[in-house]
């Protein structure tokens, strides 16, 4: 006699579907965000109305439950299908199950319900869209195209069956772990130039994606106690992507640099106008207050709206930028004002503003003295006064009918005018001796000036732009430049040296990242210690430990070349006497700088290096240690090594060191 088994409900797990080369591709939702998508189902009823949301993927999702769509919070991005999911099929070709529609997995639960409580099997049912499945047991599904009729199919039909499976346990499909609620530390990513971010030429939010789940997964095997994991929560990485507004319809540059360009080598020229230009458009005044407000406008947003989200979060915030997003920000930061420097420049502002510039008259002779006075009544109409007109952007005074020339002019006399403001402000400033990024030689008559150069005011002369630098919301609590080209940067805008007490006024942390083959990359401790001061990049540990193998053999290699050299010159020298000044050092007479980055020891700073105050008297520069393969050819492995830091997991655990050092101290358990 036949046992028959009880039927047991089947067991629901929600699901996302996601673009992947063009291809759908689904995947499941954590089991903690699953489970509360299905109790949020239940509770809301089958045949409600009224639209329920729930925020998943750590809160940077919102799901739509009615409509089943899942939406991003912090960036734009269409919306993606969502399903809850109990029956999936496979083909021979596919590489992984995909999901049947709701219905149709209501479909198919009724008639496996049937089948086993009656034990009836291998009958055939006709799915609605045409399909024909046969149930033979509980444990052999299968599904057949509709063009076959006879079942099974002849031997001589091509046509494979596709493999069904009941319940997300019995498919090969990895469950990702929940994120932790509580969010310890928030970052902003800034890119560099050009949509593309990374080797594969994935965007900006793909690529936070990869470093937030490296993040996770370091935390969990570097950070945690085993015997309790709830102590620290997770690092919550945001992307800022600003190249999309500087080439979106606002400005229209794309279309102007499109009606210029030549038309042959069309794709190099297209690549060319997507990336290399963005390097120009930041040394180009109007482009550059353009990225500049973007990029601090959306960090504000970001950190607005992630309070909002996440009301009990006390920690504090950093700053990661590749390439020059890593520029971007270390200007915004320099421009930064402290609470003192704000209350100063709002009085002199104040005092500025009340004495002559507050009415209209004022506006009228400013607008007259420039022969744009035929624009007044458009602007007395708005009731913009001098006051107003200063707060107002470029797009504000296109909405309100000022053509292109004249508004240009507007600005720039705008511009002027607040310069001109603020220069009894600046000129305090600089007499009080504050330290600043350089100094200038007093007894050259060709260097620009003679005293202590204030990196907020460079003007056009030496090479930086001369622009309205916006304020952050936060004061972050370190700075992470990813190969970054700053360093370059200084040098050519005629910034010798950068003075050991300066530091980033609202930032007391700064790492210098870069991979030891990466071409965009420089670094910036040489430009605060004494130039006969030889001082080796920190070299950044692997993440499992120890250096990399290849890197230890050559060390090893290194060490032994060196004790042999040492006993030839002391052969030698005692036959000739002459002596060898390369070799008396004890090193050897051709190290590369990679080689001095390989032997010096592993992020085990020296106490008596003091490399200035931009990174609190530590270490600045840091590298990080090239792979086997890498190691064969520096140069076919450039352009990958610029893009690499998005997938370092080196990287990673440097940037959580910095964050949880200062939480170790307020949680002794660690």
């Known amino acids: 006699m036949n046992i028959v088994e009880p039927y047991e409900p089947i067991q629901h797990h929600w699901f996302f579907n996601q673009q992947v080369d063009s291809k759908d591709s689904w995947q499941p939702f954590s089991r903690e965000d699953s489970q509360r998508l299905e109790e949020a189902y239940a509770r809301a009823g089958k045949y409600d109305k009224d639209e329920v949301v729930v925020a998943t993927d750590g809160r940077r999702y919102d799901v739509k439950l009615r409509e089943r769509k899942r939406y991003p919070v912090y960036w734009e991005q269409k919306p993606t299908e969502v399903r809850r999911c109990s029956w999936f099929h496979k083909g021979n070709k596919d590489m992984s199950y995909t999901p049947y529609t709701e219905d149709l997995s209501e479909f198919l639960e009724d008639a496996y319900m049937i089948a086993v409580t009656l034990d009836e099997w291998k009958t055939n049912l006709e799915l609605p869209t045409g399909e024909t499945v046969i149930l033979h047991n509980p444990k052999l599904m299968t599904q057949y195209p509709s063009s076959c009729k006879d079942f099974p199919p002849s031997p001589t039909e091509r046509t494979q069956p596709r493999t069904l499976k009941r319940g997300v346990e019995n498919i090969s499909i990895e469950i990702p772990e929940g994120e932790p609620e509580i969010v310890d530390h928030l970052v902003f990513m800034v890119h560099g130039i050009g949509p593309a971010c990374d080797i594969r030429l994935r965007g900006i939010v793909q690529c936070v994606n990869e470093f937030r789940n490296a993040s996770n997964s370091l935390i969990t095997s570097h950070f945690r106690p085993s015997g309790d994991s709830s102590i620290i929560g997770r690092v919550e990485y945001l992307p800022v992507n600003w190249h999309k507004v500087l080439h979106g319809e606002t400005t229209g540059v794309d279309k102007d640099i499109e009606r210029i360009t030549l038309p042959s080598i069309s794709r190099l020229r297209q690549f060319s106008n997507d990336t290399v230009l963005d390097l120009f458009f930041y040394n180009s005044a109007t482009y550059c207050q353009t990225i500049v407000d973007t990029v601090a406008s959306e960090i504000n947003r970001l950190h607005s709206l992630f309070l909002q989200r996440h009301p009990q979060f006390t920690g504090h915030v950093s700053l990661f930028g590749h390439s020059l997003g890593s520029l971007i920000l270390f200007d915004l930061l320099t421009n930064q004002e402290t609470s003192a420097d704000v209350t100063d420049h709002e009085l002199h502002k104040d005092a500025h503003v009340h004495s002559d510039c507050g009415s209209y008259e004022s506006l009228e002779v400013a607008l007259k003295s420039h022969d744009l006075e035929e624009h007044l009544s458009l602007l007395h109409k708005e009731q913009v006064d001098m006051e107003s007109l200063i707060l107002c952007s470029e797009k504000d005074l296109k909405d309100i009918g000022i053509p292109l020339g004249p508004r240009k002019k507007i600005l720039n006399c705008v511009k002027k005018w607040k310069t001109s403001r603020m220069g009894s402000g600046l000129a305090a400033k600089n007499e009080t001796n504050s330290p600043s990024l350089g100094m200038r030689n007093h007894h050259d008559p060709q260097t620009p000036t003679t005293s202590a150069v204030d990196y907020q005011h460079f003007d056009v002369g030496i090479g930086q732009v001369s622009i309205d630098y916006p304020q952050l919301a936060f004061h972050p609590q370190a700075f992470f430049a990813a190969g970054s080209p700053i360093g370059m940067f200084l040098t050519v805008r005629g910034l010798k040296r950068i003075d050991p007490n300066y530091s980033l006024p ?69 036959i000739s006497q002459v002596p060898t000044p390369a070799l008396a050092e004890g090193g050897l007479s051709a190290m590369t700088p990679t080689d001095e980055a390989e032997a010096c020891p592993v992020e085990q700073e020296d106490s008596n290096v003091k490399v200035g ?58």
């Open 613 to 670: 105050m931009l990174n609190r008297g530590r270490r600045i520069d840091f590298v990080l240690q090239e792979t086997p393969i890498e190691s064969f050819n520096e140069y076919l492995f450039a352009i990958q090594s610029h893009l690499c830091y998005w997938e370092s997991e080196d990287t990673a655990l440097l940037v959580l060191k910095e964050i949880y050092k200062h939480f170790q101290v307020r949680n002794a358990q660690l």
């Open 506 to 574: 609202t930032c007391k942390s700064f790492y210098n990242i870069f991979h030891p083959f990466d071409p965009v990359a420089y670094r910036i401790e040489p430009m605060i210690v004494p130039q006969d001061v030889d001082l080796p990049a920190m070299l950044i540990p692997h993440h499992k430990g120890r250096k990399r193998m290849h890197l230890e053999l050559k060390e090893g290699l290194t060490r032994v070349s060196s004790d042999l050299l040492g006993s030839l010159r002391m052969v030698w020298q005692s």
